[in-house]
């Protein structure tokens, strides 16, 4: 693994193509991965891993699923990329919308960052404002309008949290506090330059926390009042929570849905979509311009198609059971432990909070949860059981995860809790 490592970092920038793949939060050398196959992973060294990481949420039936590898197998006989239109797109577009009937239409990137940025184009591109309210925690991909971090103080204008950002894009952008409804009520009421207000309805980038009915509903009806658009980005929880995503479940319908992981099969993949009369804006219809040489590639649009027709109410109800069974477990073992933590769950997705109780926003984590989830993640790396090498990650499972791969797990949670010396 060493060995690997060491060359890693003389060929790629900083040794990674993401940054949290460098085990910075965690500490240690990064596992490098050769296989995967159902809910195993298997590295370089051929240790074999339950994973609860699963391409960060995008793999429902697990690893080499033999559907899905199977149309991406056909569709490269015919073709990897034709720079064309295909019917592929169409056939995906129409299963989305069976799930999202808000997305009338839809727009296919190569990537969850790209459909968000293009999101954000045409939501100021339709409103002609500029302002872009995202929430303390939440992560929408690395575009400059949002890799903004708070202001000195809660409601202020954002600033830079990457260097190459200049300050007056950032200063575009608000950041307020996740689940603060008095807070994002006030300020959006007495501001009249606001594009969008984008957020995870359930947020899965500062761990597993879901959005409050109220705190949705505010957003909801201030942004209609102001002629803003409500952006969802379920690119984590479109898909992953249930049929319809978080949306469906809370049943408050967005301007704009931005989605991907799941419906490319865990292919590249990003899409957004709404109402036709905001999406018409978008060229060559309309004046906001966006294109991509690879979006709506075949391959993604196969892998996609092949999951998504798979999926349906029942699916859900199966997954969220089997879910719901291992955490009522897990926290059973780990209050046995005598463990101060929380599990945040919502569907198959869920996060471990090393806390008294379940944060609420991101500001509610406490800082000696990334300590434990350090010692935590290894300890379980040890059991063979492989998490997203950051505290502020979601957990996943999914139809490949059995009794088998469950009982380990809790087994391991048991023995490797970091209380445990």
């Known amino acids: 693994m060493k060995k690997a490592w060491h060359e890693a970092r003389q060929n790629l920038a900083g040794g990674v193509d993401s940054p949290v793949r460098a085990f910075k939060a965690v500490g240690?050398?990064?596992?490098?991965?050769?296989?995967?196959?159902?809910?195993?992973?298997?590295?370089?060294?051929?240790?074999?891993?339950?994973?609860?990481?699963?391409?960060?949420?995008?793999?429902?039936?697990?690893?080499?699923?033999?559907?899905?590898?199977?149309?991406?197998?056909?569709?490269?006989?015919?073709?990897?990329?034709?720079?064309?239109?295909?019917?592929?797109?169409?056939?995906?577009?129409?299963?989305?919308?069976?799930?999202?009937?808000?997305?009338?239409?839809?727009?296919?990137?190569?990537?969850?960052?790209?459909?968000?940025?293009?999101?954000?184009?045409?939501?100021?591109?339709?409103?002609?404002?500029?302002?872009?309210?995202?929430?303390?925690g939440g992560y929408h991909g690395h575009a400059d309008s949002l890799l903004v971090k708070a202001g000195s103080g809660l409601a202020t204008f954002g600033s830079p949290s990457s260097r190459g950002i200049p300050p007056s894009l950032a200063e575009l952008t608000t950041v307020l506090e996740y689940n603060n409804t008095e807070e994002a009520r006030r300020f959006l009421r007495r501001r009249g330059d606001i594009a969008c207000v984008i957020l995870e309805?359930?947020?899965?980038?500062?761990?597993?926390?879901?959005?409050?009915?109220?705190?949705?509903?505010?957003?909801?009806?201030?942004?209609?009042?102001?002629?803003?658009?409500?952006?969802?980005?379920?690119?984590?929880?479109?898909?992953?929570?249930?049929?319809?995503?978080?949306?469906?479940?809370?049943?408050?319908?967005?301007?704009?849905?931005?989605?991907?992981?799941?419906?490319?099969?865990?292919?590249?993949?990003?899409?957004?979509?709404?109402?036709?009369?905001?999406?018409?804006?978008?060229?060559?219809?309309?004046?906001?311009?966006?294109?991509?040489?690879?979006?709506?590639?075949?391959?993604?649009?196969?892998?996609?198609?092949?999951?998504?027709?798979?999926?349906?109410?029942?699916?859900?109800?199966?997954?969220?059971?089997?879910?719901?069974?291992?955490?009522?477990?897990?926290?059973?073992?780990?209050?046995?432990?005598?463990e101060e933590a929380v599990i945040n769950a919502a569907g198959s997705m869920f996060t471990i909070f090393f806390s008294k109780k379940a944060p609420t926003h991101f500001n509610e984590i406490p800082v000696s949860h990334h300590k434990k989830f350090k010692t935590f993640f290894h300890k379980m790396l040890e059991c063979h059981v492989y998490l997203p090498p950051s505290g502020f990650e979601a957990c996943f499972l999914s139809t490949a995860h059995g009794e088998k791969e469950l009982k380990t797990t809790l087994k391991a949670l048991g023995a490797r809790s970091p209380l445990k010396r």
């Open 201 to 338: 309805p359930i947020a899965g980038n500062m761990g597993v926390i879901p959005a409050h009915q109220d705190f949705l509903q505010a957003l909801r009806k201030e942004t209609a009042r102001q002629g803003s658009l409500l952006i969802f980005d379920e690119v984590i929880s479109g898909f992953r929570v249930g049929y319809g995503g978080a949306q469906h479940l809370y049943g408050i319908e967005p301007d704009l849905t931005i989605l991907g992981k799941i419906i490319g099969g865990g292919l590249p993949v990003g899409a957004f979509g709404g109402k036709r009369r905001w999406m018409d804006a978008l060229s060559p219809n309309g004046k906001v311009y966006q294109a991509g040489t690879l979006s709506g590639n075949p391959l993604a649009m196969a892998a996609g198609l092949s999951v998504l027709k798979r999926l349906s109410k029942d699916f859900y109800k199966r997954l969220n059971q089997k879910s719901v069974a291992f955490f009522q477990e897990a926290r059973f073992v780990l209050k046995k432990q005598g």
């Open 28 to 136: 240690g050398t990064p596992v490098f991965m050769r296989q995967g196959r159902g809910p195993y992973l298997y590295d370089v060294n051929s240790g074999r891993f339950i994973d609860f990481c699963l391409s960060w949420g995008a793999l429902l039936f697990g690893h080499a699923d033999g559907q899905t590898v199977k149309a991406i197998q056909h569709q490269a006989s015919l073709g990897t990329s034709f720079g064309t239109a295909t019917e592929h797109e169409t056939a995906l577009a129409q299963e989305i919308k069976k799930a999202f009937p808000g997305m009338e239409r839809i727009r296919f990137t190569s990537s969850g960052t790209e459909a968000v940025m293009s999101a954000i184009r045409l939501a100021r591109g339709v409103t002609n404002k500029n302002r872009v309210v995202k929430f303390e």
